[in-house]
């Protein structure tokens, strides 16, 4: 009987290990998934500005009548 009861203690603390282990990979996730967004939104917003500086590039092109055409 003590055997099975020392099995049952040792198979609580393995759990434990496993749900402390389960804990830790949760944080990491969410702190992955954090800096991915974070990291989108960078790239987001430099792909963007580039749009942005293209269009103004060829607004101020068809303005210029003067501007070199292909």
Same mark, same amino acid.
């Given at each position: 009987? $003590? =055997?099975?009861?020392?099995? &049952? $203690?040792?198979?609580? =603390?393995? &759990?434990?290990? %496993?749900?402390?282990?389960? =804990? ?15 990291? &989108? ?5 430099? %792909?963007? $500005? ?6 103004? &590039? ?5 303005? =210029? ?6």
């Amino acid at each position: 009987m $003590d =055997d099975m009861s020392e099995q &049952i $203690d040792s198979m609580a =603390d393995q &759990i434990k290990k %496993i749900n402390n282990r389960i =804990d830790f990979l949760e944080l990491q996730i969410k702190s992955t998934e954090s800096n991915l967004k974070s990291e &989108i939104h960078k790239s987001e917003g430099l %792909i963007l $500005d580039e749009v942005e500086r293209i269009h103004n &590039i060829l607004n101020r092109h068809m303005a =210029d009548p003067k501007a070199h055409s292909a």
